[in-house]
């Protein structure tokens, strides 16, 4: 029997949102497997643009579900409601989307051939800009050595290549409508594949299919290089919050909490701008993930 497969994504207003959601929904339209259901929740955008769109586009006639939101909901809890909306639906699986991204023709028959057995899948990607355009040669995965099956939360300790717009969730296989998500948790798609790590579930990197992860003014973490005052803010911000939750899931975790909390004092005593100076000096700043580049104390004691 073929799995119910949901592609889903939030749409919220942004100054390019014509632009994004045309982009966005020609992929999604040409995908080769079209056996899948399309799952938008509006948030306070152009409703009647977002329709009017679907019916031009649709062309193989996609069953699609647009929940318009009305009143503020934060980040986390509008994903939550896609994980709860695709139960309600009898989805099988359900693929998360960025809507100011554009993704492979073939990502729903890649997710499909290879989600059995696993609790989650994750694709590639590659960084352009805001027309598409790439801004390097190399994919995400073709810059670093990424394990094939994820089945331990240890891969992902330090940092977090499990993006949430490349992420599909196996709801057979996990149970995500009983996960509950804090609210201070800063990087969702972290904390999504720590926890099923952690009970036990595993994951699959998938490198036959892509994402355009699209840089623009209003994304959310976004990819850089070199290392800021504000980077290395909102760095020690997600992981202290990510650590602070599962310290008290995972004794494991305390260390790692532990040594964000010293790096905190650390940088208060050689000061910020010291402290970036030499990250950016000493390593390789050239990575997609600049919060790669926020190391501990003992990472830098030689240089103390």
């Known amino acids: ?67 318009d939101v009305t009143n503020k909901q934060t980040h986390i809890e509008l994903r939550k409601r896609l994980i709860d909306l695709s139960y309600d639906l009898n989805a099988d699986v359900l693929i998360f989307s960025d809507f100011d991204e554009n993704v492979d023709c073939n990502r729903v028959k890649e997710i499909r051939n290879k989600i059995d057995n696993y609790s989650f899948v994750f694709n590639d990607f590659y960084i352009v800009d805001k027309n598409l355009n790439r801004l390097g040669k190399e994919s995400f995965f073709g810059s670093r050595s990424i394990p094939r099956d994820i089945d331990n939360w240890k891969h992902i300790k330090s940092f977090n290549y499990i993006g949430f717009g490349s992420m599909a969730i196996n709801l057979t296989e996990y149970n995500y409508r009983d996960m509950m998500f804090p609210d201070d948790i800063r990087a969702l798609d972290w904390f999504i594949a720590t926890k099923v790590l952690i009970d036990g579930g595993k994951g699959l990197k998938l490198d036959k ?61 050689i000061g910020k701008d010291k402290y970036i100076s030499i990250i950016n000096a000493r390593f390789n700043t050239n990575k997609f993930c600049w919060w790669e580049n926020i190391k501990l104390k003992k990472e830098l004691y030689d240089d103390f």
Not at 25 to 30: E, G, R, T
Not at 209 to 216: D, L
Not at 242 to 251: M, Q
Request: with cysteine.
């Open 1 to 67: 029997m073929s799995k119910k497969i949901i592609y889903s994504t939030v749409m919220y207003e942004c100054k390019e949102f014509k632009l994004f959601l045309n982009d966005y929904l020609k992929s999604v339209f040409c995908q080769v497997d079209i056996d899948f259901e399309v799952l938008i929740i509006n948030d306070q955008a152009d409703g009647e643009l977002i329709r009017s769109e679907i019916a031009s586009l649709n062309s193989n006639h996609l069953t699609i579900h647009v929940f």
């Open 209 to 269: 299919t892509f994402a355009n992860y699209r840089q623009h003014d209003e994304s959310f973490v976004g990819f850089d290089f070199k290392l800021t005052e504000d980077r290395l803010a909102q760095g020690i911000s997600i992981k202290k919050s990510h650590y602070n939750y599962f310290r008290h899931v995972c004794a494991e975790f305390e260390e790692l909490y532990s040594d964000v909390i010293e790096l905190e004092r650390f940088i208060e005593e």
